[in-house]
């Protein structure tokens, strides 16, 4: 396929591995010519005009965004756990209940109806934080992997890829059992995660990956981290973690084991450049080091961070002391990788009370090719040769980003673009949006609409 | 004409003068019919099928939205102000550049603009805190009001109301004489503003009142305070003022008074119901007592005070103290009343760490109901006979607020609409918005991509 790209964000695709702090440009390309063989990239030159044979991509096109951090199912809590003045009590009590009701089926036409909303976005790969392993009372199914299965084949439909991180979440909190909905989620010990981990195996495409994750310090006692870290070296996969989301589990961690949880992953060999801390909002100075040091990424989730009143973490001083950053919708209070990466900004401003943390180009690059890297796709989220034809316009001509010029493009976007401005989406060469239509799912709302209802009445 | 909403928001159109603290319900009502005559509303009926003579609303129907603070020609700055690291320098030059460029025309051409991208966000009532009073070196118009008047005019064009808040400003700080672009916002002494702002009078139907506005206590010595307060206690005019954005606001007025600058505005005679302090973001405990026993109105603007690095003010103390809240867009960057009401629980919910301050039904009433009040319009904001027939109707068929259900559907709006969202406004009895489209400004993002550039290139 040839398109042709009125303006095409370029910056994170002149060279390999950048990271997010090295500076990356917030420049963009007019009249870009790419070409696509089969799901790859093979030709992206700028500056020339569009040949009659091309697809014109009006607008700013963006590489695929990733998702890093996603719990499909809360999908289902949008709006409910705001009811009167939406406590944490709210929000748990409702989470769990939905929790309870899922099965494979309802769970693949849930994920389906959430992934084709992530494709209208311009998320072209989710990582699923995926811990409802078994039936309601902690019985595996027949096949012990049924959920899991539902999910990449929920991605598969919907048209983007996924990085299944299967999670290991053996108890209810430190030194506790396994509690009524947590039985789902429960495989016993890391070794039978381990087990039955190692059975699954995508099918179809290779729209999906294998990867790893610890719940968190609280869900797996500290003689079983190693086991999910060696198991994730082993298959060199990526290996996500819960960190440091709430000062309970700092408090709770320095009590059992008198280590922070950085150090317990420390520990355990859980740290490094495959690893993934999610949140990571309550560190110590030692903590930052050592996530740095070890360049383990950090995965920044403030629009629920906002939600659940967590606060607001330190990505700038993550990011300099060498974490690569990358963004997640994580219980998908809004689906918008836009409003994820310009809140990690505007929320560093309100902690610090200064302007100017990052650019515009750092914030996408954290939103596509970091964000890519986050979840064992390095070859994707940059849009040159040999990368994973994914491609994301966004639309200039609403009222949102008019007037923007072609100087400012890249900050029009993060800071005032919205996902309804998403009008076209390539996957992995595949036409998955056009002019904000899904192609794959006809009426994705009412998808939703469905699937929301099948699981709350 | 006679209207039928699929559910409607009516929390606040069941008593008068509820203000946002008296526990405004987040109830909707299905099948609602409301009727028509003229710019008012006569009838209000819920549960009850449709006439087949009425206007279909499918979708929940709200009350109209007021932005109780805008500086419209800040809209040339979305995107542009984030440029590299987008420090508050960079925001204050090209602030004062665009502001040096406007003249009556082309600030009608703007504004225009501006309020018809208000009107398809479902904004029925902007307050315009305006100071770009006199020719660019400070030598008046031939008609002295000449800009507030094209303001007027542009609101009336765009199909929405206006409260003028024609605003005092007179120095470059305290004690400082005004420099630069600053030489068009003064009138020399209170008095003369006071004569120039009385000889304005809206012209043609009664979309427009005038209001006062003290720019800050930085822009206002406290010998003239008094005389903006008299004016506007004269006009029974709304009053508005700057205050407390910045902590070094605070440390201007303690080292120049030894008040601080709600004591200035009290010891001015400034506070009172009809007086809205906008930000009042760094308070002491005594000066939300002071607004909050005089019963003064506080307009909180999230999105700039993130934007701007100010920090987040206590707007559920101020609200618990007795002051009214209502919200505004300011610099527009972004123009979503939804995303400013539900920045307000979000960011409260960063600072104290806990969720549910508000209800989705208190921070609706501060964009409909005690927006309007604040902007001098009680009669507005809210569906009941006799009130301003406004009418802002939010589609529930997108992605994002798919699988809301009819007893959350005020949560769902606050908390993930977006002004993408907004399909059909009436104002004063006239369909403005139908079906996303602006009735009387064909093409809004041309109109807004014509008045930027005319301003910044």
């Known amino acids: 396929m040839i398109y042709h790209a009125e303006y095409a964000w370029l910056g994170a695709g002149t060279g390999a591995g950048t990271g997010v702090g090295a500076g990356v440009g917030d420049e963009v390309a007019p009249d870009v010519l790419i070409e696509t063989t089969g799901d790859r990239f093979t030709r992206v030159v700028p500056g020339v005009p569009a040949p009659p044979d091309a697809v014109r991509l009006p607008g700013l096109t963006l590489p695929g965004m990733a998702d890093a951090h996603s719990h499909a199912f809360h999908r289902a809590l949008r709006g409910r756990v705001q009811a009167g003045r939406g406590t944490f009590w709210t929000w748990r009590e409702q989470m769990y209940a939905v929790a309870a009701r899922l099965d494979p089926d309802s769970y693949h036409a849930f994920a389906k109806a959430v992934y084709a909303e992530m494709a209208l976005a311009g998320i072209s790969c989710v990582g699923e934080f995926h811990y409802l392993h078994h039936g309601p009372d902690g019985t595996p199914y027949g096949d012990p992997n049924a959920m899991g299965e539902a999910l990449i084949e929920a991605a598969r439909e919907a048209g983007i890829r996924i990085t299944l991180l299967d999670t290991c979440y053996l108890t209810g909190g430190i030194g506790k059992d396994l509690e009524g909905p947590q039985h789902r989620f429960g495989d016993g010990t890391a070794a039978a995660w381990a087990d039955r981990v190692s059975a699954l195996r995508p099918a179809g495409p290779a729209h999906a990956l294998i990867g790893a994750a610890i719940h968190s310090v609280r869900a797996v006692p500290?003689?079983?981290?190693?086991?999910?870290?060696?198991?994730?070296?082993?298959?060199?996969?990526?290996?996500?973690?819960?960190?440091?989301?709430?000062?309970?589990?700092?408090?709770?961690?320095?009590e059992a084991y008198g280590r922070t949880p950085t150090e317990l992953l420390a520990d355990g060999g859980a740290l490094g450049a495959r690893t993934v801390a999610v949140h990571a909002t309550h560190l110590r100075d030692t903590d930052?080091?050592?996530?740095?040091?070890?360049?383990?990424?950090?995965?920044?989730?403030?629009?629920?961070?906002?939600?659940?009143?967590?606060?607001?973490?330190?990505?700038?001083?993550l990011v300099a002391a060498g974490s690569p950053m990358s963004l997640g919708s994580d219980q998908h209070a809004v689906i918008d990788l836009f409003e994820e990466a310009r809140a990690v900004e505007l929320d560093e401003r309100l902690r610090t009370r200064h302007r100017g943390h990052w650019t515009a180009g750092e914030l996408l690059a954290a939103a596509t090719t970091d964000g890519h890297a986050a979840l064992g796709w390095p070859e994707a989220g940059r849009i040159e040769p040999g990368a994973h034809a994914d491609l994301v316009t966004v639309g200039l001509d609403s009222v949102r980003l008019a007037g923007s010029t072609p100087g400012h493009l890249a900050e029009s976007v993060v800071f005032a673009a919205s996902a309804a401005d998403v009008r076209h989406v390539v996957v992995s060469g595949r036409e998955v949006v056009r002019d904000g239509h899904h192609r794959l799912v006809d009426d994705v709302p009412a998808a939703l609409f469905a699937a929301i209802t099948a699981v709350t009445q």
Chains 1, 2 share one sequence.
Do not use: F, K
């Open 222 to 254: 500290r003689e079983q981290i190693q086991a999910v870290a060696a198991w994730a070296e082993r298959h060199a996969a990526p290996l996500h973690v819960h960190l440091s989301e709430q000062p309970a589990e700092n408090l709770a961690c320095q």
């Open 288 to 317: 930052i080091e050592l996530l740095g040091g070890t360049r383990t990424g950090v995965c920044m989730c403030p629009t629920t961070e906002r939600d659940l009143a967590d606060g607001i973490g330190p990505a700038r001083d």
